[in-house]
């Protein structure tokens, strides 16, 4: 049974940072590369970060958080952790945890296995 279940999300201001948690279970965590999206209202999910590997990572991002977000893992807690800086409003969204690619990292609809998302607010 997969499980992934996200925290952290909170209403910040612009220049605000943020940690969110993507709580797996073992077997996800330990099998599957990870992935963070987004979804603006009205708005499609879009990719945000991935990574792959256990010791050896490698990560990837949307250009629109290159430099600001930074996607991580902890073996010990099983738990994705995507770490937002310098926020902007733009950055306003529901962030999913994402699991289990079969294609393209930045394709939504690649994706097997999801959370039910952590609500992400950033006033101006």
């Known amino acids: 049974q997969v499980q992934l279940v996200e925290s952290g999300g909170r209403l910040v201001q612009a220049g605000d940072s943020l940690r969110l948690s993507c709580a797996a279970d073992a077997g996800t965590f330990r099998s599957y590369p990870m992935g963070w999206f987004r979804q603006a209202p009205g708005q499609g999910r879009d990719f945000v970060a991935a990574l792959n590997g256990v010791s050896t990572v490698s990560t990837f991002y949307a250009d629109s958080v290159k430099g600001r977000f930074t996607i991580s893992r902890d073996n010990a807690k099983n738990t994705v952790y995507l770490q937002m800086n310098r926020l902007i409003p733009e950055d306003t969204a529901v962030y999913y945890c994402?699991?289990?690619?079969?294609?393209?990292?930045?394709?939504?609809?690649?994706?097997?296995?999801w959370g039910q998302g952590t609500q992400v607010t950033v006033s101006a």
């Open positions: 994402a699991a289990d690619p079969d294609g393209e990292y930045t394709r939504a609809s690649d994706w097997g296995y």
